[in-house]
């Protein structure tokens, strides 16, 4: 089983400014995923970025970085520069790793964080 | 690359009718296919994984005659909400994965369904 929890309900950056959101998770599995999607006003889901568990790096994607505690199960995401278009709820997910074949695991999702970005 | 399509993007309809929710993706084979019901600034609730040629397989709680599911091809799943009430009235997602890569799940735009 998992589970993923966001304990910030809402942040506010301004523009320009960083911002970390939180995540922690739980899972039995030894090989899993970690992702964040950001959902902003169209509600459209968009990945953000991608962690595959069994990496110590963390991934990076522009502006957009995480810093993965495996240890500690703690998955944050930390935006640089943020700009207007970052407003949206952003959501913190773990997927088991796909074992083989054509069956995927579930993704579990955390309550997610709206963040408002400020002019 | 990697983009799903849902169709209708909104749809209203009166109580007691029949809804049919289509998910496609277009440029890229998908086995599995989840849809999602999501409220108002909360988080995304699976209902069901859809596995081409094969039954779904429903998450605890969700009423399988009432969400019906059929995933015929490798590029489209549908989603049926018969005998619409208003608490089904919600906003439906559905995502898909790409075979032989890796997990990541590709969301499709969504669909708001209004029940009067």
């Known amino acids: 089983a998992q589970t993923v929890t966001q304990s910030q309900p809402e942040m506010s950056v301004q523009e320009a400014e960083t911002v970390t959101l939180s995540c922690t998770y739980d899972?039995?599995?030894?090989?899993?995923?970690l992702f964040w999607y950001k959902q902003p006003p169209s509600r459209q889901m968009i990945l953000v970025i991608r962690?595959?568990?069994?990496?110590?790096q963390n991934a990076t994607e522009n502006r957009f970085s995480v810093n993965f505690q495996k240890a500690a199960k703690s998955f944050s995401l930390k935006i640089s520069d943020s700009q207007l278009g970052d407003t949206a709820m952003y959501f913190c997910?773990?997927?088991?790793?796909?074992?083989?074949?054509?069956?995927?695991?579930?993704?579990?999702f955390g309550q997610g964080t709206i963040l408002t970005v400020h002019p | 690359g990697a983009v799903v399509s849902q169709h209708p993007s909104r749809v209203i309809c009166k109580s007691g009718t029949s809804v049919k929710i289509e998910c496609r993706s277009l440029?890229?084979?998908?086995?599995?296919m989840f849809w999602y019901r999501q409220f108002p600034k909360q988080s995304l609730m699976l209902m069901a994984t859809?596995?081409?040629?094969?039954?779904?397989?429903?998450e605890q709680g969700v009423e399988k005659d009432k969400f019906l599911i059929n995933h015929a091809s490798l590029t489209l799943s549908t989603l049926t909400v018969t005998s619409a009430h208003p608490e089904d009235s919600s906003f439906y997602i559905c995502?898909?994965?790409?075979?032989?890569?890796?997990?990541?799940?590709?969301f499709g735009p969504g669909t708001r369904l209004t029940v009067l």
């Open positions: 997910a773990s997927k088991p790793r796909n074992a083989g074949g054509t069956s995927y695991g579930k993704l579990t």
């Open positions: 899972t039995s599995e030894s090989n899993y995923y």
């Open positions: 962690q595959e568990a069994y990496k110590q």
């Open positions: 440029d890229f084979q998908a086995t599995t």
């Open positions: 859809s596995n081409e040629g094969s039954k779904a397989t429903y």
């Open positions: 995502s898909a994965g790409i075979i032989g890569a890796t997990d990541t799940q590709y």
